[in-house]
Protein backbone atom coordinates (compact mmCIF):
# COMPACT_ATOMS: atom_id res chain seq x y z
CA UNK A 1 0.00 0.00 0.00
CA UNK A 2 1.73 3.33 -0.95
CA UNK A 3 1.29 6.20 1.37
CA UNK A 4 -1.80 8.67 0.73
CA UNK A 5 0.67 10.81 -1.43
CA UNK A 6 3.71 9.15 -2.86
CA UNK A 7 4.44 8.91 -6.22
CA UNK A 8 6.53 6.52 -7.83
CA UNK A 9 10.47 7.74 -7.31
CA UNK A 10 12.56 7.15 -10.06
CA UNK A 11 15.07 3.84 -10.30
CA UNK A 12 14.18 3.58 -6.40
CA UNK A 13 11.11 2.49 -4.53
CA UNK A 14 7.57 3.36 -4.71
CA UNK A 15 7.47 4.76 -1.56
CA UNK A 16 7.68 8.56 -0.79
CA UNK A 17 6.79 8.92 2.63
CA UNK A 18 4.25 12.38 3.57
CA UNK A 19 6.31 12.42 6.32
CA UNK A 20 9.27 10.67 8.56
CA UNK A 21 7.46 9.24 11.97
CA UNK A 22 10.41 9.72 13.89
CA UNK A 23 11.94 6.74 16.12
CA UNK A 24 12.09 9.43 18.85
CA UNK A 25 11.35 13.55 19.46
CA UNK A 26 13.17 15.25 22.10
CA UNK A 27 10.62 17.62 24.30
CA UNK A 28 10.42 21.31 23.75
CA UNK A 29 8.37 23.79 25.46
CA UNK A 30 8.01 27.89 25.57
CA UNK A 31 9.09 27.83 28.87
CA UNK A 32 12.49 26.01 28.11
CA UNK A 33 13.39 28.31 25.58
CA UNK A 34 12.42 31.20 28.27
CA UNK A 35 14.93 29.30 30.46
CA UNK A 36 17.28 29.24 28.71
CA UNK A 37 17.16 32.88 27.34
CA UNK A 38 17.64 34.03 31.14
CA UNK A 39 20.39 31.94 31.61
CA UNK A 40 22.15 33.56 28.64
CA UNK A 41 21.37 36.68 30.50
CA UNK A 42 22.64 35.44 33.45
CA UNK A 43 26.12 34.78 32.56
CA UNK A 44 25.74 31.44 34.48
CA UNK A 45 26.44 28.49 32.07
CA UNK A 46 27.83 25.49 34.07
CA UNK A 47 26.33 24.04 37.25
CA UNK A 48 24.13 26.85 38.82
CA UNK A 49 20.74 27.11 39.66
CA UNK A 50 18.83 25.44 36.90
CA UNK A 51 21.81 22.00 37.78
CA UNK A 52 20.64 22.61 41.53
CA UNK A 53 16.91 22.83 41.15
CA UNK A 54 16.99 19.71 38.25
CA UNK A 55 18.73 17.61 41.23
CA UNK A 56 15.97 18.79 43.76
CA UNK A 57 13.18 17.82 41.44
CA UNK A 58 14.78 14.63 40.05
CA UNK A 59 15.14 13.95 44.40
CA UNK A 60 11.81 14.40 44.87
CA UNK A 61 10.16 12.90 42.14
CA UNK A 62 12.65 9.38 42.51
CA UNK A 63 12.12 9.43 46.42
CA UNK A 64 16.12 9.55 46.29
CA UNK A 65 18.61 10.99 48.77
CA UNK A 66 20.93 12.01 46.57
CA UNK A 67 20.80 13.12 42.71
CA UNK A 68 24.33 14.28 41.36
CA UNK A 69 23.99 15.08 38.00
CA UNK A 70 26.54 14.89 35.28
CA UNK A 71 27.22 15.81 31.50
CA UNK A 72 26.21 12.19 30.04
CA UNK A 73 24.88 8.70 31.04
CA UNK A 74 28.62 7.31 30.11
CA UNK A 75 29.98 9.59 33.09
CA UNK A 76 27.62 9.07 35.24
CA UNK A 77 28.72 5.21 35.43
CA UNK A 78 32.23 6.19 34.99
CA UNK A 79 31.84 8.72 38.15
CA UNK A 80 29.84 5.36 40.24
CA UNK A 81 32.61 3.00 39.20
CA UNK A 82 35.30 5.88 40.45
CA UNK A 83 33.41 6.76 43.75
CA UNK A 84 32.90 2.69 44.25
CA UNK A 85 36.78 2.41 43.95
CA UNK A 86 37.25 5.52 46.30
CA UNK A 87 35.22 3.85 48.87
CA UNK A 88 36.70 0.37 48.03
CA UNK A 89 40.26 2.15 49.02
CA UNK A 90 39.06 3.84 52.00
CA UNK A 91 37.72 0.60 53.57
CA UNK A 92 40.73 -1.07 52.73
CA UNK A 93 43.03 1.58 54.56
CA UNK A 94 40.82 1.38 57.51
CA UNK A 95 41.35 -2.46 57.36
CA UNK A 96 45.29 -1.80 56.74
CA UNK A 97 44.86 -3.86 53.38
CA UNK A 98 47.34 -2.59 50.81
CA UNK A 99 45.99 -1.73 47.09
CA UNK A 100 45.56 -4.99 44.99
CA UNK A 101 47.60 -4.39 41.33
CA UNK A 102 44.57 -6.58 40.02
CA UNK A 103 42.31 -4.67 37.96
CA UNK A 104 38.46 -4.77 39.89
CA UNK A 105 35.75 -6.39 37.71
CA UNK A 106 32.35 -4.83 36.89
CA UNK A 107 29.77 -7.92 35.80
CA UNK A 108 27.29 -7.31 33.60
CA UNK A 109 25.39 -8.05 30.14
CA UNK A 110 26.58 -7.90 26.71
CA UNK A 111 23.52 -6.66 25.14
CA UNK A 112 23.66 -3.08 25.54
CA UNK A 113 25.02 -0.25 24.29
CA UNK A 114 28.98 0.21 24.18
CA UNK A 115 29.26 2.52 26.95
CA UNK A 116 27.94 0.28 29.58
CA UNK A 117 31.39 -1.62 29.33
CA UNK A 118 33.27 2.01 27.93
CA UNK A 119 32.27 3.40 31.42
CA UNK A 120 33.52 0.74 33.21
CA UNK A 121 37.03 0.34 31.45
CA UNK A 122 37.61 4.09 31.87
CA UNK A 123 37.46 3.26 36.03
CA UNK A 124 40.54 0.76 34.90
CA UNK A 125 37.98 -1.82 35.47
CA UNK A 126 38.37 -5.48 33.66
CA UNK A 127 34.12 -5.99 31.96
CA UNK A 128 32.94 -9.25 32.82
CA UNK A 129 29.76 -10.24 30.68
CA UNK A 130 27.66 -12.68 31.03
CA UNK A 131 24.66 -13.64 29.24
CA UNK A 132 21.15 -12.42 29.25
CA UNK A 133 17.47 -14.48 29.68
CA UNK A 134 15.82 -14.69 26.47
CA UNK A 135 12.70 -13.88 27.58
CA UNK A 136 13.58 -10.05 29.28
CA UNK A 137 16.48 -9.64 27.08
CA UNK A 138 18.25 -8.77 30.81
CA UNK A 139 21.34 -10.32 32.42
CA UNK A 140 20.51 -13.91 33.61
CA UNK A 141 21.10 -13.52 37.50
CA UNK A 142 21.41 -17.64 37.67
CA UNK A 143 24.94 -16.52 35.74
CA UNK A 144 26.33 -13.85 38.34
CA UNK A 145 27.35 -15.74 41.21
CA UNK A 146 29.66 -18.27 39.47
CA UNK A 147 31.75 -14.74 38.10
CA UNK A 148 32.54 -13.00 41.40
CA UNK A 149 35.54 -12.75 43.12
CA UNK A 150 37.70 -10.52 45.26
CA UNK A 151 38.31 -8.24 42.37
CA UNK A 152 34.42 -7.85 41.68
CA UNK A 153 34.05 -4.20 41.95
CA UNK A 154 29.77 -4.00 40.94
CA UNK A 155 27.56 -6.18 39.38
CA UNK A 156 25.99 -3.80 36.62
CA UNK A 157 22.82 -4.70 35.28
CA UNK A 158 21.01 -2.59 32.21
CA UNK A 159 17.23 -2.39 32.24
CA UNK A 160 17.25 -2.84 28.48
CA UNK A 161 15.09 -0.72 26.36
CA UNK A 162 13.34 0.52 29.75
CA UNK A 163 12.46 -2.99 31.42
CA UNK A 164 13.91 -3.49 34.86
CA UNK A 165 16.39 -6.24 35.34
CA UNK A 166 15.94 -9.16 37.62
CA UNK A 167 16.51 -6.63 40.48
CA UNK A 168 15.41 -8.84 43.57
CA UNK A 169 18.23 -11.92 42.58
CA UNK A 170 20.65 -9.65 42.15
CA UNK A 171 20.44 -7.39 45.22
CA UNK A 172 19.80 -10.56 46.69
CA UNK A 173 22.93 -11.81 45.30
CA UNK A 174 24.55 -8.13 46.30
CA UNK A 175 24.14 -8.16 49.58
CA UNK A 176 24.82 -12.16 50.85
CA UNK A 177 28.13 -11.82 48.50
CA UNK A 178 28.63 -7.88 49.25
CA UNK A 179 28.90 -6.51 46.09
CA UNK A 180 27.72 -3.47 45.14
CA UNK A 181 25.28 -2.77 42.16
CA UNK A 182 25.17 0.08 39.69
CA UNK A 183 22.08 -0.12 37.89
CA UNK A 184 22.52 1.04 34.12
CA UNK A 185 19.09 2.58 33.59
CA UNK A 186 19.82 5.05 31.38
CA UNK A 187 17.27 4.45 29.05
CA UNK A 188 14.50 3.65 32.37
CA UNK A 189 13.28 6.63 33.71
CA UNK A 190 10.22 6.27 35.58
CA UNK A 191 10.30 2.77 35.10
CA UNK A 192 9.72 0.95 38.23
CA UNK A 193 10.29 -2.36 40.01
CA UNK A 194 7.41 -4.54 42.08
CA UNK A 195 6.14 -0.93 43.22
CA UNK A 196 9.90 0.93 43.51
CA UNK A 197 11.24 3.48 41.49
CA UNK A 198 14.03 2.69 39.82
CA UNK A 199 16.80 5.44 40.97
CA UNK A 200 16.21 3.74 44.68
CA UNK A 201 16.77 0.08 44.35
CA UNK A 202 20.63 -0.17 43.77
CA UNK A 203 23.62 0.73 45.22
CA UNK A 204 23.90 3.67 42.78
CA UNK A 205 21.41 4.12 39.69
CA UNK A 206 23.03 5.61 36.62
CA UNK A 207 20.64 7.38 33.98
CA UNK A 208 21.22 8.99 30.75
CA UNK A 209 19.36 12.02 29.61
CA UNK A 210 20.58 12.19 26.12
CA UNK A 211 17.70 13.89 23.44
CA UNK A 212 16.28 10.26 22.90
CA UNK A 213 15.89 9.77 26.29
CA UNK A 214 12.17 9.87 27.63
CA UNK A 215 13.55 12.63 29.83
CA UNK A 216 16.14 14.52 28.41
CA UNK A 217 18.58 17.89 28.40
CA UNK A 218 19.77 16.97 25.03
CA UNK A 219 22.97 15.61 26.28
CA UNK A 220 23.46 14.59 29.92
CA UNK A 221 22.80 12.10 33.01
CA UNK A 222 22.81 11.82 36.60
CA UNK A 223 23.36 9.09 39.35
CA UNK A 224 20.49 8.34 42.02
CA UNK A 225 21.66 7.25 45.02
CA UNK A 226 21.19 6.98 48.92
CA UNK A 227 24.63 6.17 50.22
CA UNK A 228 25.83 9.43 51.58
CA UNK A 229 29.75 8.89 51.52
CA UNK A 230 29.06 7.71 47.75
CA UNK A 231 27.37 10.91 46.84
CA UNK A 232 30.11 13.20 48.23
CA UNK A 233 32.48 10.65 46.29
CA UNK A 234 30.78 11.35 43.01
CA UNK A 235 30.60 15.15 43.36
CA UNK A 236 34.12 15.61 43.70
CA UNK A 237 34.58 12.78 40.93
CA UNK A 238 32.34 15.05 38.31
CA UNK A 239 34.31 18.45 39.28
CA UNK A 240 37.58 17.78 39.07
CA UNK A 241 38.16 16.16 42.54
CA UNK A 242 37.70 19.69 44.52
CA UNK A 243 36.15 19.95 47.65
CA UNK A 244 36.46 23.82 47.39
CA UNK A 245 37.59 25.66 44.03
CA UNK A 246 41.61 24.73 43.85
CA UNK A 247 41.35 22.35 46.79
CA UNK A 248 41.29 18.92 44.59
CA UNK A 249 41.63 16.05 47.16
CA UNK A 250 40.55 12.99 44.53
CA UNK A 251 41.38 12.83 41.09
CA UNK A 252 38.69 13.68 38.92
CA UNK A 253 36.86 14.61 35.40
CA UNK A 254 34.69 17.31 33.99
CA UNK A 255 31.46 15.86 33.98
CA UNK A 256 29.67 19.04 35.30
CA UNK A 257 26.33 19.73 33.74
CA UNK A 258 25.53 22.66 31.56
CA UNK A 259 22.63 25.16 33.28
CA UNK A 260 20.87 25.06 29.34
CA UNK A 261 20.73 21.37 29.54
CA UNK A 262 19.19 21.31 33.15
CA UNK A 263 16.95 23.91 32.31
CA UNK A 264 15.63 21.37 29.43
CA UNK A 265 15.07 18.48 31.83
CA UNK A 266 14.03 20.59 34.80
CA UNK A 267 10.45 21.17 32.70
CA UNK A 268 9.91 17.66 32.21
CA UNK A 269 10.30 16.65 35.57
CA UNK A 270 6.70 16.64 36.51
CA UNK A 271 5.45 15.61 33.06
CA UNK A 272 7.49 12.22 32.66
CA UNK A 273 4.72 10.51 33.84
CA UNK A 274 2.23 10.96 31.71
CA UNK A 275 4.49 11.51 28.84
CA UNK A 276 5.37 7.44 29.68
CA UNK A 277 1.76 6.87 30.35
CA UNK A 278 1.74 7.70 26.26
CA UNK A 279 4.38 5.56 25.37
CA UNK A 280 3.03 2.25 27.32
CA UNK A 281 -0.52 3.43 25.15
CA UNK A 282 1.82 3.15 22.38
CA UNK A 283 3.35 -0.21 22.81
CA UNK A 284 0.07 -1.56 23.94
CA UNK A 285 -1.33 -0.71 20.64
CA UNK A 286 1.98 -1.79 19.09
CA UNK A 287 1.98 -5.53 20.80
CA UNK A 288 -1.51 -6.14 20.31
CA UNK A 289 -1.82 -5.53 16.37
CA UNK A 290 1.76 -6.80 15.70
CA UNK A 291 1.07 -9.88 17.72
CA UNK A 292 -1.71 -11.36 15.52
CA UNK A 293 0.84 -10.83 12.41
CA UNK A 294 2.20 -14.41 13.50
CA UNK A 295 6.04 -13.72 13.24
CA UNK A 296 6.77 -11.56 15.73
CA UNK A 297 7.63 -12.22 19.80
CA UNK A 298 8.47 -9.35 22.52
CA UNK A 299 9.78 -8.59 25.75
CA UNK A 300 8.30 -10.69 28.46
CA UNK A 301 7.15 -7.89 30.60
CA UNK A 302 4.97 -8.75 33.33
CA UNK A 303 3.92 -5.44 34.10
CA UNK A 304 3.83 -2.98 31.50
CA UNK A 305 2.99 -0.46 33.86
CA UNK A 306 6.42 -0.69 35.20
CA UNK A 307 8.30 -0.45 32.05
CA UNK A 308 9.21 3.03 30.47
CA UNK A 309 8.90 2.26 27.25
CA UNK A 310 12.08 3.57 26.02
CA UNK A 311 11.95 1.58 23.21
CA UNK A 312 9.60 -0.82 21.56
CA UNK A 313 11.39 -3.72 20.41
CA UNK A 314 10.33 -6.42 18.89
CA UNK A 315 11.85 -10.14 17.44
CA UNK A 316 11.34 -11.03 14.20
CA UNK A 317 11.33 -14.81 13.20
CA UNK A 318 12.12 -14.17 9.74
CA UNK A 319 11.88 -17.98 8.56
CA UNK A 320 8.03 -17.28 8.96
CA UNK A 321 7.89 -14.25 7.97
CA UNK A 322 9.96 -14.66 4.41
CA UNK A 323 12.36 -11.50 5.25
CA UNK A 324 15.39 -10.78 6.73
CA UNK A 325 15.47 -8.50 10.18
CA UNK A 326 17.65 -5.69 7.92
CA UNK A 327 15.46 -5.73 5.00
CA UNK A 328 12.37 -5.30 7.06
CA UNK A 329 14.04 -2.33 8.92
CA UNK A 330 15.35 -0.65 5.29
CA UNK A 331 11.61 -1.14 3.79
CA UNK A 332 10.13 0.57 7.00
CA UNK A 333 12.58 3.28 6.87
CA UNK A 334 12.20 3.86 2.92
CA UNK A 335 8.13 4.08 3.80
CA UNK A 336 9.13 6.79 6.04
CA UNK A 337 9.16 4.66 9.45
CA UNK A 338 12.61 5.14 11.22
CA UNK A 339 12.47 1.44 12.49
CA UNK A 340 15.98 1.10 13.99
CA UNK A 341 18.29 -1.95 15.72
CA UNK A 342 19.50 -1.64 19.26
CA UNK A 343 21.86 -3.45 19.01
CA UNK A 344 23.29 -5.26 15.88
CA UNK A 345 26.03 -6.57 17.85
CA UNK A 346 26.72 -7.15 21.54
CA UNK A 347 29.36 -5.40 22.92
CA UNK A 348 31.38 -8.69 23.09
CA UNK A 349 31.62 -9.05 19.32
CA UNK A 350 32.04 -4.97 18.96
CA UNK A 351 35.50 -4.89 16.86
CA UNK A 352 37.79 -2.87 19.73
CA UNK A 353 36.49 -5.67 22.28
CA UNK A 354 37.39 -8.69 20.29
CA UNK A 355 40.50 -7.52 19.72
CA UNK A 356 41.04 -6.39 23.15
CA UNK A 357 39.52 -9.07 25.29
CA UNK A 358 39.69 -11.87 22.31
CA UNK A 359 35.82 -12.34 22.74
CA UNK A 360 34.29 -14.32 19.50
CA UNK A 361 31.09 -15.36 17.98
CA UNK A 362 29.47 -18.15 20.53
CA UNK A 363 30.65 -16.67 24.08
CA UNK A 364 27.09 -15.63 25.13
CA UNK A 365 24.47 -17.28 22.56
CA UNK A 366 21.59 -15.77 23.48
CA UNK A 367 22.62 -11.98 23.67
CA UNK A 368 23.68 -13.07 20.11
CA UNK A 369 20.52 -14.67 18.96
CA UNK A 370 18.54 -11.46 20.46
CA UNK A 371 21.01 -9.20 18.55
CA UNK A 372 20.11 -10.66 15.06
CA UNK A 373 16.81 -10.62 15.21
CA UNK A 374 15.59 -7.48 17.34
CA UNK A 375 14.77 -4.43 16.29
CA UNK A 376 12.53 -1.35 17.50
CA UNK A 377 9.90 1.10 15.80
CA UNK A 378 8.70 4.36 17.05
CA UNK A 379 6.99 4.38 20.37
CA UNK A 380 7.42 7.95 21.48
CA UNK A 381 4.67 9.62 23.38
CA UNK A 382 4.21 12.19 20.25
CA UNK A 383 2.95 9.63 17.70
CA UNK A 384 -0.52 10.37 16.47
CA UNK A 385 -3.10 7.23 16.32
CA UNK A 386 -2.87 7.81 12.64
CA UNK A 387 1.61 7.17 12.89
CA UNK A 388 0.50 3.80 14.85
CA UNK A 389 -2.11 2.81 12.21
CA UNK A 390 0.53 3.59 9.61
CA UNK A 391 3.06 1.46 11.07
CA UNK A 392 1.42 -1.61 11.78
CA UNK A 393 -0.30 -1.37 8.24
CA UNK A 394 2.75 -0.66 6.44
CA UNK A 395 4.59 -3.79 8.53
CA UNK A 396 1.44 -5.98 7.11
CA UNK A 397 2.13 -4.34 3.78
CA UNK A 398 5.37 -5.17 3.56
CA UNK A 399 5.21 -8.82 4.91
CA UNK A 400 2.02 -9.26 2.38
CA UNK A 401 4.61 -8.27 -0.42
CA UNK A 402 6.91 -11.12 0.84
CA UNK A 403 4.25 -14.10 1.07
CA UNK A 404 3.43 -13.37 -2.60
C1 LIG B 1 21.94 1.25 28.04
C2 LIG B 1 22.73 2.52 27.90
N1 LIG B 1 23.79 2.73 28.70
C3 LIG B 1 24.51 3.86 28.65
C4 LIG B 1 24.21 4.86 27.76
C5 LIG B 1 25.09 6.08 27.70
O1 LIG B 1 24.41 7.27 27.88
P1 LIG B 1 24.93 8.62 27.19
O2 LIG B 1 24.74 8.49 25.72
O3 LIG B 1 24.11 9.69 27.81
O4 LIG B 1 26.38 8.76 27.54
C6 LIG B 1 23.11 4.71 26.91
C7 LIG B 1 22.76 5.79 25.97
O5 LIG B 1 22.31 5.69 24.93
C8 LIG B 1 22.36 3.50 26.96
O6 LIG B 1 21.33 3.31 26.17
Not at 96 to 123: C, R
Not at 178 to 196: M, Q
Given at each position: MPLANSTPREGGSNYIPRRLIKIALPYMSEEIKQNILSILDSKQFVQGKFVARFEQSLSAYLHSKHVIAVNSGTAALHVAFES??????????????????????????????????????????RPVFVDVEGETFNIDPSLIEERINENTLAIEPVDAYGLVANLERILE???????????????????????????????????????????????????????????????????????????????????????FCAAIGLDQVNKIDELNSRRRKNASFLRTSLEDLGCFSFQKVNDPEEHSWYMFSALLDEKTAGITRDKLVLLLKERGIEADVAWPLPIHLQPYYRKKFGFKEGDFPIAEAIAKC???????????????????????????????
Open positions: LKMAKAEKGQEDGNTTSKVSPEVITTPLSFAATANSAIHAGCISRRRKVPVVEDAAESIGASYRGSKVGTISTMTCFSTYATKNLHTGEGGFISTEDDALAEYSRLIRNQGQLSRYNHVSLGYNYRMLEVFQVPVHPYLLAEDLEIIVETIKEILKDRAQ
